[in-house]
């Protein structure tokens, strides 16, 4: 732990100046409270990353959609491993897909999680009131285990837009994630929780913007396609 907490220890000082930064914003704006504090910083963060989160979910879409094929080819060379991954690596060429496309994003994204999950798991928001809404305080667990509610529902609702419902273990998964967060987030701070909640409403809003930017594209090149065939 002590190793993980010098790697990340820069990241932590510079996101609880942040927290601190947007406290002083609530507080010019007549409304001082950390939890907009933490709201605020997580909808910042979420769109610096954003052009991140858009590489990642096209990629997560186009590995689904080569599922079918994926599978014809593994029924068809099953007994020949060295000739799948030829004809493996031959449908990602024509597809145009890199299947580390998708987890590189992730990646690059996972020290600011962990940076964040040092920064709130045991703030003491000193110098202003923890409290938030029902909450006495941002820096314990939820007393009325509303915050686990939600969690396990936004980890559902952001789970539920990128699934392939067609394969059984990623179905599995998109029931028992949320479930193992919510009882996750039972015993974690409320800042932290107010985070993950934050950070998944507005990743269902960056989804929701990406998918229909992409149909818009598809439903172009269809049409103009259909008048070249006129």
Known sequence: MDFLWSIFEPLVHLLQRTVEFMYQLTVSAGIPSYGMAIILMTVVIKMILYPLTVKQVKSMKAMQELQPKM????????????????EMQKLYRE????????CLPMLVQMPILMAIFYALKDATYEGGNPSFLWLPSLSEADPYYILPVFSALSTYLTSRQTTDESNQQMKMMMYVMPVFIGWMSMNFAAGLVIYWITM???????QWFIFREEKEDHGGSKTKKEKKGK
């Not at 998944?200 to 960056?206: A, D, F, G, I, T």
């Open 71 to 86: 599978k014809r080819l593994q029924e068809q060379y099953k007994t020949n491993p060295q000739l799948l991954q030829q």
């Open 95 to 102: 597809a145009g897909v890199n299947p580390l496309a998708g």
């Open 200 to 206: 998944n409403l507005v990743q269902v809003v960056q």
